[in-house]
């Protein structure tokens, strides 16, 4: 099984800043990595998928990059409704599994 | 747009079965591949398992002994069952479109396994 790391646990901003948040995978899941944002109460929402590419409806300021074993979810500038949980998802080899979670909170 | 929604009784009594439907509107069920997810309340998310459109299906290796995943294309729905549940299994229930990512999802159904 596919292990995705995320880090940090928590990342504490102010809306205005860059957010980068980091998935790493165990072994290489090539470019078969996905986000989701989640927010309390709610399903997670698909922001991003084969690692850089923006569901329909997300906006700009979410980007993707990375492939192999190292992925980064950007943020350019946060909004308060950005303010969430955030989880990556592989794959690569049929059996889907997530990371952990990275909550962004407001500073 | 397609649109999801779980339905399934709300509590379970340990060692029984969990059963529980996904309901698909606004697009075929045969078109797409299908998804369950569970996750624990305050937790991560965890992948269950997939129903192909040829209806072979796809399971976590960690609970695979106990899930059995089915499509009924008359009624445009699939469906989960879990047995000999622990309270373990005590979840937020979502089922989700997978075309290889997860989009979109239901609203989730939260299951309690109490006596």
């Known amino acids: 099984e596919i292990v995705l790391t995320q880090s940090p646990a928590t990342l504490c901003l102010s809306p205005g800043e860059r957010a980068t948040l980091s998935c790493r995978a165990s072994q290489s899941v090539s470019s078969f990595l996905a986000w989701y944002q989640q927010k309390p109460g709610q399903a997670p929402r698909l922001l991003i998928y084969d690692a850089s590419n923006r569901a329909t409806g997300i906006p700009a300021r979410f980007s993707g990059s990375g492939s192999g074993t190292e992925f980064t979810l950007t943020i350019s500038s946060l909004e308060p409704e950005d303010f969430a949980v955030y989880y990556c998802q592989q794959r690569s080899d049929w059996v889907a599994t997530f990371g952990q979670g990275t909550k962004l909170e407001i500073k | 747009q397609v649109q999801l929604q779980e339905s399934g009784p709300g509590l379970v009594k340990p060692s029984e079965t969990l059963s529980l439907t996904c309901t698909v509107s606004?697009?075929?069920?045969?078109?797409?591949?299908w998804s369950w997810i569970r996750q624990p309340a305050g937790k991560g998310l965890e992948w269950i398992g997939r129903m192909f459109t040829s209806g072979s299906t796809k399971y976590n290796p960690s609970l695979k002994s106990r899930v059995t995943m089915s499509l009924d294309t008359s009624k445009n729905q699939f469906s989960l069952q879990l047995n000999s549940v622990t309270a373990a299994d005590t979840a937020v229930y979502y089922c989700?479109?997978?075309?290889?990512?997860?989009?979109?999802w239901g609203q989730g159904t939260l299951v309690t396994v109490s006596s």
């Open positions: 606004g697009g075929s069920i045969t078109n797409y591949h």
């Open positions: 989700a479109r997978d075309p290889y990512w997860f989009d979109p």
